[in-house]
């Protein structure tokens, strides 16, 4: 170790100089409160166990975090976790996970960033970064070339995201920076801030740029020159040339539209929440698909590192509503709790809504839950005191309620908490109008359709999530990549729509495993990749003898290793519940009369318990443990 021009520099280990591991050996840690930079040396057994991404994180967590700290305690960890074929040559794998322990749920916080940091981080030399204590003024991390320096941020402080990736390139003369920051939601400690990528990619969920924030970190910059390598290249030809043959054909839907050309699809069949979940349908949900925002909304389209779909949408507006084209555009998650969630179908409104949400640092699924459930309780009567009251429809409340937000104004500092807690403030059998998972706002896949997908909300380490997850309609047809996927392990498909069946927790069982190895990888969950696909990326990278039962015993260590960081933080089988709107049904739309019952959930559980080898209690067994490598 020595220091060069500010940075403290380390040593690179040879094999990646040349070019023949896919990762450095080293995790750089660095402590804010002392100003002391080090790095973690790992070697091959550490990378095949624990891969990286959401592996890594819950590493770290369990190893070095104390029981039940505050999440903005200066002891919690910032966490960016690449995957160990993140920045490789192979399409799909431009992502990283951010986590640390969530404001939010009290729980695991592991969310998932496209863009380019990830692989830039893999090039300047290391394969996480994990940050713990709290500077005493605001400052970043700049990173480069296998060295790293804390830098005072007084100047950014306060800056929205374009404006302090702009300042951070200029002053260290590069615009090929790039930045995972957070803007005046986390200096704010919203505790739904997101973590901003490349100012448009969002590791939104679970509130970890209010972390961040609490520390007074702005943002981690970072330059590379190095190259990711590869021990087999020839192995890892395999999966690149079959993804490069077929992803014309089979992610044309992403190709084409992105997640946006979903929504009115979506919508009727009954998976959008609408007016907080309580209504079945919404007159004008066309104005919100592709095939309308497309003609005059959608500037352009752009991408993430090693992938050629270009599925992230560019929007601009000149007019009384302008809209910036440098925070990207809608997706369908974010269109979903913006727009129908809110009961809006303007699409201006809509836009201007994610523009705010990337520049000010706020995830959209929350925070489109959260003024959904404030003005479902402003027109139950259930809050009366403030002057700024806003109502479903009304985009021009959602983006004053965004503004109130971020800076804690009025009403705003209620909702700042997300809805959880502006229930538990409210009182009045507010509750009953809450659509969360662990106190985190439900994604827009609607569980009284999607019955497994809602008991993967509610046993999810991370609150709703609808990625690491089995989701019902894409198992209904036998082309799926989950279909596929269940084939290769000789399950029958396709899945039965309606209910939780044995079937189905056993095929959720292997999809979640799946889905747990891609957030650790880390590898874009919209390419179809089989699990032979994955065992060759795997052996090309690492060099090893991976085979399709170790990519789900990698998956299931995690998920297993995730229960013991809930069940350490005070969890318990009763908290694997969903929130009481998500059982009460719509009377009119394509599912109207139609949920799971409490009961229903509970059975499906007890039956998820035993196929994973844990108790009744929801504590995994011994011998599950043993079995994972996990039993210290």
């Excluded at 229930?423 to 998972?437: F, P």
């Excluded at 909300?457 to 990625?467: E, L, Q, R």
């Amino acid at each position: 170790m020595k220091t060069n021009q500010g940075l403290t520099q380390f040593e690179m280990r040879p094999d990646f100089l040349a070019g023949n591991s896919p990762y450095t050996g080293k995790v750089l840690r660095v402590n804010l409160s002392s100003g002391k930079i080090w790095v973690d040396e790992h070697g091959d057994e550490f990378y095949r166990k624990w891969i990286g991404g959401r592996g890594l994180i819950v590493y770290y967590l369990l190893k070095e975090t104390a029981p039940q700290i505050d999440p903005f305690d200066e002891e919690n960890l910032v966490i960016f976790a690449p995957g160990i074929l993140t920045g490789t040559v192979l399409p799909g794998t431009g992502r990283h996970a951010v986590g640390g322990k969530s404001p939010l749920t009290n729980a695991l916080a592991s969310g998932e960033a496209g863009g380019w940091w990830g692989a830039e981080c893999k090039k300047a030399g290391f394969d996480a970064v994990v940050i713990q204590g709290k500077a005493e003024k605001p400052v970043y991390l700049w990173i480069k070339d296998g060295g790293a320096e804390i830098r005072d941020a007084s100047h950014l402080w306060g800056l929205k995201t374009g404006e302090c990736q702009e300042e951070i390139q200029k002053e260290l003369d590069d615009t090929k920076i790039r930045v995972a920051q957070i803007g005046p939601a986390g200096e704010n400690l919203i505790r739904f801030a997101a973590v901003m990528h490349d100012i448009n990619r969002a590791a939104g969920r679970s509130g970890m740029g209010a972390v961040m924030g609490s520390k007074n970190l702005k943002a981690v910059a970072v330059r590379g020159k190095f190259n990711v390598g590869l021990a087999d290249k020839e192995m890892m030809k395999i999966t690149q040339k079959w993804i490069n043959s077929n992803y014309k054909d089979m992610m044309g839907w992403a190709i084409k539209y992105g997640t946006s050309g979903s929504v009115k699809g979506n919508h009727d069949a009954g998976v959008t929440g609408i007016r907080n979940y309580q209504d079945g349908s919404m007159e004008g949900i066309e104005k919100l698909d592709a095939t309308s925002i497309f003609t005059w909304l959608i500037k352009d389209r752009d991408t993430c590192s090693r992938c050629a779909v270009r599925c992230k949408l560019v929007a601009e507006h000149i007019g009384d509503v302008t809209i910036d084209p440098r925070y990207g555009g809608p997706e369908y998650e974010s269109i979903g709790g913006l727009g129908p969630m809110c009961g809006i179908n303007d699409a201006l409104a809509v836009g201007k809504a994610n523009e705010l949400c990337a520049a000010y640092g706020l995830d959209t699924i929350s925070t489109g839950g959260t003024v959904a459930f404030t003005m479902d309780c402003v027109e139950n009567g259930l809050i009366k005191e403030f002057d700024f009251l806003p109502k479903f429809s009304d985009g021009a409340a959602l983006l004053e309620s965004i503004e109130k937000i971020v800076y804690r104004k009025d009403l705003g500092e209620w909702m700042a908490e997300g809805s959880a807690r502006l229930a538990a403030r409210i009182g009045q059998g507010s509750d009953q109008m809450l659509a969360v998972a662990r106190g985190q706002e439900l994604p827009y896949h609607d569980p009284r359709l999607k019955n497994a997908i809602g008991m993967g909300y509610a046993v999810s380490a991370t609150g709703a999530d609808h990625m690491a997850n089995l989701n019902d309609t894409f198992a209904t047809w036998d082309g799926s990549d989950i279909c596929v996927r269940l084939r290769e392990l000789g399950m029958e498909t396709p899945l039965k729509l309606w209910g939780i069946s044995d079937h189905k927790i056993e095929a959720f069982f292997y999809e979640t495993a799946f889905k747990n190895f891609l957030d650790s990888a880390v590898i874009c969950h919209f390419y179809p990749y089989e699990y032979q696909h994955m065992v060759d990326a795997l052996n090309g990278a690492g060099g090893w003898d991976v085979d399709l039962h170790e990519i789900n015993t990698i998956g299931e260590r995690i998920i297993n290793a995730a229960r013991l960081y809930l069940l350490r933080e005070g969890f318990t089988a009763e908290d694997d519940m969903l929130s009481a709107r998500a059982f009460q049904p719509t009377k009119e739309g394509p599912i109207a009369d139609k949920a799971m019952t409490i009961d229903q959930l509970q059975d499906a559980l007890k039956r998820y318990y035993r196929r994973m080898g844990w108790g009744e209690d929801g504590v995994p067994m011994g011998e599950v443990l043993i079995r994972l490598g996990l039993e210290k």
